[in-house]
């Protein structure tokens, strides 16, 4: 163990289990070194509904990640879903300060305070800014625009925030096991992260994380995050649908849904029946496999029409040439990858972790605890890149005379 | 413009929610952590004082009361004390051991270094002086010697006592050097004031000691003549008077290159070897000039002795000019 590695634990509190992985980080390297996994309870769409039930369950998966890994966590990256989140896109201009039009720091960080600076309702947070790329005169420009020559700069962010107290709730159910949490980073954008590449990501690509609780999506354009949001739908809904449907319990719902269910209705005889438990007991009911299919089909439909109507004017076949990734538990309904498709009119195939991650870490349900530890480790390295460039003597004394 | 633009402040970032937790609303796990954590902090903490705390107590017990040093320090006696010394030194193991008089049977950690370098430095001869302990039973000395450049006549209880004197104008016995070397040191002709039991130390000397360092290097054979060297006039005005065993006096100006007055020193002297004379007196200060004064020899009559008046010591002079076409 290297004296200048620290151990950091990727959290997901889903609402039908919490997922936790430790990471050895030393310098710009990571290692998974240990997981933790536990039933959620207290957690209802993805928002900490019982806080003590839901800090019992999280410390039992923390506890038994730090013992499956022989190392204390030093710090939390704590994924964050819910309903609660909401996005807004915002863009500022300004004009280029310069007499020879070239844009200078000062510019960049003018505009991009404008943009960031939308007030927003009380109780509210911002949890990420997600910045687009830059325009210079109506010119898209990948990176920065610093140095360029141009009259306009223009850019736009897209803004997620969460309700106070939510959000609050989430952390503290860290704190109770006295640790910090250094990073909220959004679901979609954890799994998002790990399930595409850069070059789908660069064509445009949607990202939908089908949990229990909620449905999380992201759509990438340009090589960056555009768009995300959040459907308090999940797994979960398609259980109860069985439930009331069928009359049957929680826990029969749930096994008919992963033993029956599909996304679309293949059985044409209405008479083909299932059994409950195959074990033709006392209590072993008979259903019909049509009707199974057609209560999850008519949800999972229902539930990728309310996705791609929250996205609105931002998706569209030619700019997420790409297609769509399907990732989380409830990706693994049967059929649910072509219905993905005919729904968004793009191809859609399931997510899946890059071939460097182990095989007993490559089920969709670790994908964003995965993206987690990646996305929290780059933007961490970023962030320290970013203060290391900014904090030599030569620029603290222009920031002296800048401020003076 | 960019300055027009109003300031908005920015929205509230989840960074701002406090993440200060009271123990009480913490988990079991979370306040065993919290107690693991703290006992750490509180070990971390006991051991960096302990270990300050022994280190002070070990330092005050050593400079307070050297016979507080636990029994099993003193246990092993210490060897015969090493000497390092600079490479042209000519102090030896005796010379240390008469200076520092350690007791016989003394251990390392019985020793006041501080006090053991205070004593070599009192010896004039030694101009740097380290005196370390090398674990279990080695005492190290390392001092750099001062060398004599001239040697001094003073007088001391009643009697005379002969000094050598450094190039930093400190006088010291001169233990230890060749009978010969320091015989054939020109003597200082200056006076050497007491402070307390050491001599005061004498200003201005590099001047001199670069004479002297010149004229063994380039004028050997007139370095060796050299007997007396009168520094009266060395502040006022610059110059220092050499007397040489064959009576002739040379003035030298501190100020000028030594190597030109001694060029010109060594031609005078060959002119002057083929004319008898008592005294002669060279003033090479002057530049150019050289004023040589001669005082011829007087035919001894035993019958009455004549007293020549102090103003005609030396009736005959000439210019260098006559004597000195080219230097």
Same mark, same amino acid.
């Given at each position: 163990?290297?004296?200048?590695?620290?151990?950091?634990?990727?959290?997901?509190?889903?609402?039908?289990?919490?997922?936790?992985?430790?990471?050895?980080?030393?310098?710009?390297?990571?290692?998974?070194?240990?997981?933790?996994?536990?039933?959620?309870?207290?957690?209802?769409?993805?928002?900490?509904?019982?806080?003590?039930?839901?800090?019992?369950?999280?410390?039992?998966?923390?506890?038994?990640?730090?013992?499956?890994?022989?190392?204390?966590?030093?710090?939390?990256?704590?994924?964050?879903?819910?309903?609660?989140?909401?996005?807004?896109?915002?863009?500022?201009?300004?004009?280029?300060?310069?007499?020879?039009?070239?844009?200078?720091?000062?510019?960049?960080?003018?505009?991009?305070?404008?943009?960031?600076?939308?007030?927003?309702?009380?109780?509210?947070?911002?949890?990420?800014?997600?910045?687009?790329?830059?325009?210079?005169?109506?010119?898209?420009?990948?990176?920065?625009?610093?140095?360029?020559?141009?009259?306009?700069?223009?850019?736009?962010?897209?803004?997620?925030?969460?309700?106070?107290?939510?959000?609050?709730?989430?952390?503290?159910?860290?704190?109770?096991?006295?640790?910090?949490?250094?990073?909220?980073?959004?679901?979609?954008?954890?799994?998002?992260?790990?399930?595409?590449?850069?070059?789908?990501?660069?064509?445009?690509?949607?990202?939908?994380?089908?949990?229990?609780?909620?449905?999380?999506?992201?759509?990438?354009?340009?090589?960056?995050?555009?768009?995300?949001?959040?459907?308090?739908?999940?797994?979960?809904?398609?259980?109860?649908?069985?439930?009331?449907?069928?009359?049957?319990?929680?826990?029969?719902?749930?096994?008919?849904?992963?033993?029956?269910?599909?996304?679309?209705?293949?059985?044409?005889?209405?008479?083909?029946?299932?059994?409950?438990?195959?074990?033709?007991?006392?209590?072993?009911?008979?259903?019909?496999?049509?009707?199974?299919?057609?209560?999850?089909?008519?949800?999972?439909?229902?539930?990728?029409?309310?996705?791609?109507?929250?996205?609105?004017?931002?998706?569209?076949?030619?700019?997420?040439?790409?297609?769509?990734?399907?990732?989380?538990?409830?990706?693994?309904?049967?059929?649910?990858?072509?219905?993905?498709?005919?729904?968004?009119?793009?191809?859609?195939?399931?997510?899946?972790?890059?071939?460097?991650?182990?095989?007993?870490?490559?089920?969709?349900?670790?994908?964003?605890?995965?993206?987690?530890?990646?996305?929290?480790?780059?933007?961490?390295?970023?962030?320290?890149?970013?203060?290391?460039?900014?904090?030599?003597?030569?620029?603290?004394?222009?920031?002296?005379?800048?401020?003076? | 413009?960019?300055?027009?633009?109003?300031?908005?402040?920015?929205?509230?970032?989840?960074?701002?929610?406090?993440?200060?937790?009271?123990?009480?609303?913490?988990?079991?796990?979370?306040?065993?952590?919290?107690?693991?954590?703290?006992?750490?902090?509180?070990?971390?903490? =006991?051991? /960096? @004082?302990? #270990?300050?705390?022994?280190?002070? %107590?070990?330092?005050?017990? *050593?400079?307070? !009361?050297?016979? $507080? +040093?636990?029994?099993?320090?003193?246990?092993?006696?210490?060897?015969?004390?090493?000497?390092?010394?600079?490479?042209?030194?000519?102090?030896?193991?005796?010379?240390?051991?008469?200076?520092?008089?350690?007791?016989?049977?003394?251990?390392?950690?019985? =020793?006041? /270094? @501080?006090? #053991?370098?205070?004593?070599?430095? %009192?010896?004039?001869?030694? *101009?740097?002086? !380290?005196?370390? $302990? +090398?674990?279990?039973?080695?005492?190290?000395?390392?001092?750099?010697?001062?060398?004599?450049?001239?040697?001094?006549?003073?007088?001391?209880?009643?009697?005379?006592?002969?000094?050598?004197?450094?190039?930093?104008?400190?006088?010291?016995?001169?233990?230890?050097?060749?009978?010969?070397?320091?015989?054939?040191?020109?003597?200082?002709?200056?006076? *050497?004031?007491? !402070?307390?039991?050491?001599?005061?130390?004498?200003?201005?000397?590099?001047?001199?000691?670069?004479?002297?360092?010149?004229?063994?290097?380039?004028?050997?054979?007139?370095?060796?003549?050299?007997?007396?060297?009168?520094?009266?006039?060395?502040?006022?005005?610059?110059?220092?008077?050499?007397?040489?065993?064959?009576?002739?006096?040379?003035?030298?100006?501190?100020?000028?290159?030594?190597?030109?007055?001694?060029?010109?020193?060594?031609?005078?002297?060959?002119?002057?070897?083929?004319?008898?004379?008592?005294?002669?007196?060279?003033?090479?200060?002057?530049?150019?000039?050289?004023?040589?004064?001669?005082?011829?020899?007087?035919?001894?009559?035993?019958?009455?002795?004549?007293?020549?008046?102090?103003?005609?010591?030396?009736?005959?002079?000439?210019?260098?000019?006559?004597?000195?076409?080219?230097?």
């Amino acid at each position: 163990m290297s004296s200048r590695s620290s151990f950091i634990g990727a959290v997901e509190i889903g609402t039908s289990k919490i997922s936790v992985l430790v990471g050895e980080c030393s310098g710009r390297e990571l290692a998974i070194i240990g997981r933790g996994e536990c039933a959620s309870r207290g957690v209802i769409k993805g928002v900490v509904a019982d806080n003590r039930a839901a800090s019992d369950a999280t410390h039992s998966a923390l506890e038994m990640a730090e013992r499956d890994a022989g190392e204390r966590i030093d710090l939390v990256f704590l994924a964050q879903s819910g309903g609660h989140l909401e996005g807004f896109y915002n863009e500022a201009s300004v004009n280029v300060k310069a007499s020879d039009n070239m844009i200078e720091s000062g510019d960049v960080r003018t505009v991009c305070d404008l943009a960031k600076s939308k007030e927003l309702p009380t109780g509210r947070m911002v949890v990420h800014n997600i910045r687009r790329p830059f325009r210079v005169d109506g010119r898209l420009v990948p990176g920065s625009p610093e140095n360029l020559v141009g009259q306009r700069l223009e850019v736009g962010y897209w803004t997620v925030h969460g309700q106070e107290q939510r959000l609050a709730d989430h952390i503290n159910v860290i704190r109770g096991f006295n640790l910090e949490v250094r990073e909220l980073v959004l679901s979609s954008l954890a799994a998002g992260h790990m399930v595409t590449s850069p070059e789908e990501r660069q064509h445009g690509v949607l990202v939908l994380d089908i949990g229990a609780g909620t449905t999380d999506f992201v759509l990438y354009r340009d090589g960056g995050p555009h768009t995300t949001g959040v459907v308090p739908v999940g797994g979960t809904h398609l259980t109860n649908d069985l439930g009331i449907g069928l009359r049957l319990q929680e826990g029969q719902a749930e096994k008919l849904k992963l033993r029956f269910g599909r996304a679309s209705v293949q059985t044409k005889d209405r008479a083909q029946k299932v059994w409950l438990d195959g074990n033709f007991a006392i209590g072993d009911r008979q259903f019909s496999q049509q009707a199974i299919e057609q209560i999850t089909a008519a949800r999972t439909w229902e539930l990728l029409e309310v996705v791609k109507k929250k996205l609105g004017g931002a998706f569209s076949p030619e700019t997420c040439a790409s297609g769509v990734v399907l990732t989380g538990g409830t990706a693994k309904l049967s059929g649910i990858v072509e219905v993905a498709a005919k729904v968004f009119g793009v191809p859609a195939h399931l997510g899946e972790a890059p071939t460097w991650v182990s095989e007993n870490l490559r089920d969709p349900g670790y994908h964003t605890a995965l993206g987690l530890l990646y996305y929290g480790v780059s933007v961490q390295a970023e962030k320290s890149a970013a203060n290391r460039r900014h904090s030599g003597f030569f620029n603290g004394m222009k920031r002296l005379f800048t401020h003076a | 413009m960019n300055e027009n633009l109003p300031t908005i402040p920015p929205a509230q970032n989840w960074r701002t929610i406090s993440q200060s937790v009271k123990p009480r609303a913490m988990s079991r796990g979370g306040r065993w952590r919290l107690f693991t954590a703290g006992l750490r902090l509180t070990g971390v903490t =006991l051991v /960096l @004082g302990g #270990l300050g705390w022994g280190a002070w %107590l070990v330092s005050a017990a *050593l400079q307070e !009361d050297p016979r $507080r +040093i636990p029994v099993a320090a003193k246990a092993v006696s210490m060897k015969a004390p090493e000497l390092e010394t600079t490479r042209d030194g000519v102090l030896d193991q005796a010379w240390l051991a008469r200076t520092l008089e350690l007791k016989s049977g003394v251990s390392l950690m019985e =020793l006041d /270094l @501080g006090r #053991l370098r205070e004593r070599l430095l %009192l010896q004039r001869q030694v *101009l740097t002086a !380290d005196v370390t $302990r +090398i674990f279990p039973d080695r005492l190290k000395v390392r001092i750099t010697e001062r060398s004599p450049i001239a040697r001094i006549r003073i007088e001391a209880d009643g009697g005379q006592c002969d000094l050598v004197v450094a190039r930093d104008g400190v006088a010291f016995l001169g233990t230890g050097f060749d009978a010969a070397m320091l015989a054939s040191l020109p003597w200082l002709d200056v006076g *050497l004031a007491r !402070d307390g039991i050491a001599y005061r130390t004498l200003v201005d000397l590099e001047q001199v000691a670069r004479l002297l360092a010149d004229a063994q290097f380039s004028a050997p054979h007139l370095y060796q003549t050299w007997q007396t060297l009168t520094l009266v006039r060395l502040v006022s005005d610059d110059e220092i008077e050499v007397v040489s065993k064959n009576r002739t006096t040379a003035i030298f100006s501190a100020k000028g290159e030594y190597f030109v007055q001694l060029a010109k020193l060594d031609y005078i002297t060959d002119q002057l070897a083929s004319k008898p004379y008592a005294r002669a007196r060279i003033d090479l200060s002057l530049g150019r000039e050289v004023p040589v004064m001669i005082e011829p020899l007087v035919p001894v009559r035993p019958t009455r002795t004549v007293t020549k008046p102090a103003s005609n010591r030396f009736p005959t002079a000439f210019s260098v000019s006559q004597l000195i076409s080219k230097p």
